[in-house]
Nanobody, 124 residues
């Protein structure tokens, strides 16, 4: 019943920007913490950014602080990840995820629902 669908990925040169989006259905969106994870080739999936129910509190991985911004629109069941100043090391499949608690957790096991992912490729 729960479905998360990511979009907005693509190919961009270093220093460029992309706006990723995640559309959620089948859940009471406003009561879920939403997060973005990513997985690069040959690496494990890692936490990128998370946002609490109200949208007033966010958390980011150190590697993306100051460059990425997570936001949500509870009325539209959407969560976004604005990625600026992209680097080649940001290349990965980006996944949208959700958990029904008001706390941002960095571990994969804490999230109950996942999207299929959207590819972000940053050229040097």
């Amino acid at each position: 019943q729960v479905r998360l669908v990511e979009s907005g990925g693509g190919l961009v040169q270093a220093g460029g920007s992309l706006r990723l989006s995640c559309a959620a259905s089948g859940l009471t969106f406003s009561t879920y913490v939403m997060a973005w994870f990513r997985q690069a080739p040959g690496k494990e999936r890692e936490f990128v950014a998370g946002i609490r129910w109200s949208g007033s509190m966010s958390d980011y991985a150190e590697s993306v602080k100051g460059r990425f911004t997570i936001s949500r629109d509870n009325a539209k069941n959407l969560v976004y990840l604005q990625t600026d100043s992209l680097k080649p090391e940001d290349t990965a499949v980006y996944f949208c995820s959700a958990r029904p608690y008001d706390g941002i957790i960095h571990t994969i096991k804490a999230y109950d629902y996942w999207g299929q992912g959207t590819q972000v490729t940053v050229s040097s």
